[in-house]
């Protein structure tokens, strides 16, 4: 059916209804009707309250729209509280949107608006908020915000959550908030928490147990050490003050891990050792061996190989652990702990390899 007469059609069939005294059913009718500028014309010859119902049981799904229409749609469905049908209609071509549009649309959804609506997927979202970030609108801390709500569905995305990781690793506050929705209190009781704080501490344990980073980390690979410095002296703080030091130290540990050599290869930075060799810091390194052993993740080997990496990476914390051990010597015994947890993870493998050898 040709696009005119398919107007005349509905024009005819709205006609009858009205002269039938029908006018409750205009809004259903119209919803059977194609998505269109067309269809929204014949809404603005009925009251407010059928063109309302109108806009909270229409189905847009995919449609191609001008902008102007677009945003018309967007506009309608957002009065109507339903974010996520309206993100239907921006998802595939989020470039040519009004970036507080977007926005908009987002925190919405993020705030639990239309919960029957389909979810966005990652990959769309993503796309929304490279978006957001291309326009310059919008602060860092707010794309960093909007990241934490849909961590789960953009952490292995393209678009991931380099917004969010790099706010954790300049504001001290954001960072402990994180931890104080995953870690009670040690020395009093926590607070009773509601169902949404629960969904937002499973987040906040999946950022802080998921991400790495070195706050003062420059392009090159080089670290700033006043800034790095601050940022640890800042969470430490805010960590105390909060009955949490022991859970984020060992947290800050775990992310300072995943640290780089120094252009020389020396492991830990000279920058980080420092900060690791205080004798206020044991937990600190308690972090950062866990994190080391977690940071190597899954192994595989032939059936008889035996220990053979772990020996290899027992002769490499040796050598680490030398390199230290005049300048920072509890550094050199945290290195050389690792060492022989290697080793005697290599004797084992040897043990293994032998059983298996002999049919066992």
Not at 16 to 45: M, Y
Not at 128 to 153: T, V, Y
Not at 174 to 189: D, H
Not at 204 to 213: D, P, Y
């Amino acid at each position: 059916m040709s696009d005119e007469r398919r107007t005349s059609t509905i024009d005819l069939a709205i006609t009858r209804l009205r002269n039938q005294g029908l006018l409750s059913v205009i809004p259903e009718f119209l919803v059977c009707a194609p998505f269109a500028p067309d269809t929204w014309k014949q809404l603005e010859s009925i009251d407010s309250a059928l063109r309302d119902s109108y806009w909270a049981n229409i189905d847009p799904g995919f449609c191609r729209l001008e902008p102007e229409d677009t945003n018309t749609a967007v506009d309608m469905l957002m009065k109507q509280g339903r974010a996520r049908s309206a993100f239907q209609l921006v998802m595939y071509d989020p470039n040519h949107v009004d970036p507080m549009v977007l926005k908009g649309l987002l925190d919405a959804i993020r705030s639990g608006q239309e919960p029957d609506g389909k979810f966005p997927e990652g990959w769309h979202i993503g796309k929304a908020l490279q978006a957001i970030e291309s326009s310059g609108q919008i602060p860092q801390q707010d794309l960093a915000m909007l990241e934490f709500a849909f961590f789960r569905a953009l952490e292995h995305t393209e678009h991931g959550t380099k917004n969010l990781y790099a706010e954790l690793l300049t504001n001290a506050n954001l960072f402990l908030e994180c931890i104080c929705l995953v870690y009670k209190p040690r020395n009093s009781e926590s607070e009773s928490i509601t169902d949404s704080l629960k969904a937002a501490a499973e987040v906040a344990w999946h950022v802080l147990h998921s991400g790495r980073g070195i706050a003062g980390a420059k392009p090159d690979g080089s670290i700033d050490g006043a800034e790095l410095r601050r940022w640890v002296a800042e969470v430490r703080n805010l960590a105390a003050a909060n009955d949490r030091a022991a859970v984020t130290d060992i947290t800050i540990g775990n992310w300072l891990s995943r640290c780089q050599p120094d252009s020389d290869g020396t492991w830990p930075p000279l920058v980080i050792a420092e900060i690791l060799d205080d004798d206020q810091h044991e937990d600190i390194r308690r972090g950062f061996s866990t994190g080391v052993f977690n940071t190597r993740g899954v192994t595989s080997r032939t059936m008889e190989e035996g220990g053979s990496q772990e020996r290899a990476l027992a002769t490499l914390f040796k050598d680490r652990a030398a390199a230290h051990a005049h300048r920072f010597p509890r550094v050199a015994v945290m290195l050389s702990s690792i060492a022989k947890s290697y080793e005697y993870d290599a004797r084992r493998e040897d043990d293994e390899a032998e059983l298996r050898s002999e049919g066992l």
